[in-house]
């Protein structure tokens, strides 16, 4: 996710002049508001350009599909190989989103791992709920390619205001999903298995399944701030290295909402 990726922080994705110590709410609006700088003075091949980003990330999309198979072909006869692959996925996650400089191996290693614990975790899914990979992922693609378009069409943009709600509803959701993980742990929502996503109910629709409905938005969201933050570092002139940041960027939201629309499918199943 863009607000979860210090990589974007990069002066390559900025429209604050370099030298600045502070920003006001008024002049981070008027950022968002206008088109942002270019650097002629860089060679056009080694520019970041849009066509580049999307070749990256097709490139590390396929390496995760690679991985999603060889997870969901080992899950018996490797049934811990998944979980591992969760462990190495999150350390190459937080190594890439701290490191200054993209590094495509890394990046790549990442997309490896990532896939290896999807497909894994995919394979239980579809085991208990049969169907529901494929509605998970015909979702995801969905919601991708519904915001690409709009984005692209001008429809959707991010926004300073938007994104301080966002902030707020990515901060209350990671709390939530911490007191619910200690909540099933310790036994405190009479043995449900989702916890208070499948204990409490409103209207008679789980609380599991509205959550998945606004995380759903929030991924959209966040999607548009991967796009954006990549439409301004092609606007930038930015190196073409951080192509594969962007690539990365939008890797992890769609990670991130492809599980989000398997929990929630699966709540509602149930």
């Known amino acids: 996710m863009a607000i979860n990726n210090p990589a974007y922080r ?11 110590a502070q920003v006001s709410t008024a002049q981070l609006e008027q950022m968002y508001n206008q088109p942002p700088a270019y650097d002629p003075q860089a060679p056009v091949n080694e520019r970041m350009t849009i066509d580049d980003t999307l ?8 390496l995760l599909l690679v991985g999603a198979i060889a997870g969901w072909m080992t899950v018996d006869s490797m ?51 049969p169907g529901i990979v494929v509605q998970a992922s015909v979702a995801t693609l969905c919601v991708v390619g519904v915001t690409l378009a709009l984005f692209a069409s ?16 990515m901060i209350s959701y990671l709390v939530f999903s911490l007191v619910n993980l200690g909540i099933m742990i310790f036994g405190g929502a009479d043995g449900n298995p989702w916890g208070l996503r499948g204990s409490v109910e409103i209207a008679g629709i789980p609380l599991g399944v509205i959550l998945g409905v606004l995380v759903v938005i929030m991924g959209a969201y966040s999607l548009v701030l991967d796009f ?19 690539a990365f960027g939008i890797m ?7 599980l989000e629309i398997l929990r929630m499918i699966a709540i509602a199943r149930d």
């Open 10 to 20: 990069s002066e390559a994705f900025s429209d604050k002049p370099q030298g600045s």
């Open 55 to 62: 070749m990256k990330s097709f490139a590390a999309f396929g």
């Open 79 to 129: 049934p811990y190989l998944w979980i591992g692959a969760a462990l190495v996925g999150f350390v190459l996650a937080m190594v890439n989103i701290f490191k200054r400089e993209p590094s495509p191996v890394l990046i790549l290693a990442y997309a490896l791992a990532q896939g290896v614990f999807l497909g894994g975790v995919s394979a239980y899914y579809e085991a208990a709920y």
């Open 154 to 169: 001008g429809k959707i943009r991010a926004s300073a205001k938007a994104t301080k709600v966002f902030m707020i509803a």
């Open 228 to 246: 954006d933050f990549i439409q301004r570092g092609v606007r930038n002139g930015a190196p073409r290295k951080y192509g594969w940041t962007g």
């Open 252 to 258: 992890v939201t769609v990670v991130w909402l492809y």
